[in-house]
Every structure is written in C-alpha cells, then in structure tokens.
C-alpha cells in the first residue's frame, strides 16, 4: 500500500538534523565546560582508587600528558601557530593562545632565570577549581589539578620541546596565587644566517 503524495511532501519539510556547532571556538567552549563539569569527578573516583596523594598526582599528570600529545595536533590546526623563535615566544603562546583556546583564562607569563628557559604561568582564574572550595580531607599532598601539568608537557613533547612542568604555588593549599612552572629542558637552537658567495 503506498503513500498519499501529500504526506510524503510533509516528510521532506522535516529537518531532521540536530543543530551543529558553527565554529571551532563554540565547539571549544562546549567542551570546556563539559570538562569543568566532570573534573572534580574525575580526581574524587582517582582518590578512591589510590591510597596515597602522589598515585594520585602521577596518575592526573599521565592523563594530561596521554591529552596533551593528542590536542597539540587540534591546537596547531586551529591556532595557525608557526613555529616559536625562542622560549620566551612558546610560553607567551601557551598562556595567550592554548589556555584562552581550551579553558577561556589567560594566564600572566615571568621568566624565572637568567638563561630564559626558566617560566611561570600564574592563573588568577582557575576553572578547573570552580566548583572546590578545599582539597579533600586527608589530601594535603593532593596537586589537584595536575592533569594541566602533564597536558603542557606532552603537548610540548610533541613539538621536540621537552620540559618539566609543575605546580608551584596552588590556591586551594593556602597560596595567594595559582602558578605553573616549566623548565625548557633543551637550548633552542639558533640557526646561523647563511653566508651569501
């Protein structure tokens, strides 16, 4: 038994597709705030499943390295970023650009050495703590957010920039700001102009 044409006329006036993100920053904010949500869940199942505050820590900087070394490729893509000059440069970008990208704040940058491979990122705002007022009972050691730590260095390993990362100050154990050091653990090597015969 076929159709009456005119029902059939309905079913094509029916937009059956679910509404899309128009643009990659809508898409960015979605996920933002999806991970905002879940974060706190994340790390209170973590310190169900370890006994000790540095299982914990290892873990949330494993996790954020495994996320780092695959949202580079997002972030390169997205960004138009070319390549840093120099270590000053890849920290001004990881505080102005990747952070603004993937959590909306954008840190402040010092260099912290002479040798400028040496930098803090210091977070007035941290959204990963939006929703946590104090560490849990029994966690003082707990580095609550370090899964940001392990997203820089594997994001920066990706790029054949290897460096340590780690918190320094944090908000949440009584310190008067949030701060993220990292240590280039390589010279940039500068390339020397060549000669014209």
Request: glycine letters at 6%.
């Amino acid at each position: 038994m076929s159709q009456p044409n005119s029902r059939r006329h309905e079913n094509h006036k029916i937009d059956w597709h679910l509404p899309s993100v128009s643009s990659s920053a809508s898409a960015h904010h979605m996920s933002r705030e999806l991970f905002v949500l879940t974060y706190g869940a994340l790390v209170a199942q973590l310190c169900k499943d370890y006994e000790t505050d540095d299982e914990v820590n290892k873990s949330l900087d494993k996790m954020g390295y495994n996320i780092g070394i695959r949202l580079v490729e997002d972030f390169l893509a997205h960004s138009g970023i070319r390549k840093c000059r120099s270590y000053n440069e890849t920290a001004d970008i990881i505080a102005k650009v990747a952070f603004k990208m993937y959590l909306g704040i954008t840190p402040s940058v010092t260099c912290s050495n002479r040798s400028r491979n040496e930098f803090s990122l210091i977070l007035e705002k941290n959204p990963l703590v939006d929703f946590v007022e104090e560490l849990p009972a029994g966690r003082s050691s707990l580095c609550f957010c370090n899964l940001l730590c392990g997203v820089i260095r594997g994001a920066l390993e990706m790029i054949h920039l290897p460096a340590d990362v780690r918190f320094i100050q944090d908000r949440l154990k009584g310190d008067e700001v949030t701060e993220i050091g990292i240590l280039f653990l390589r010279k940039i090597e500068e390339k020397k102009p060549k000669k014209h015969k």
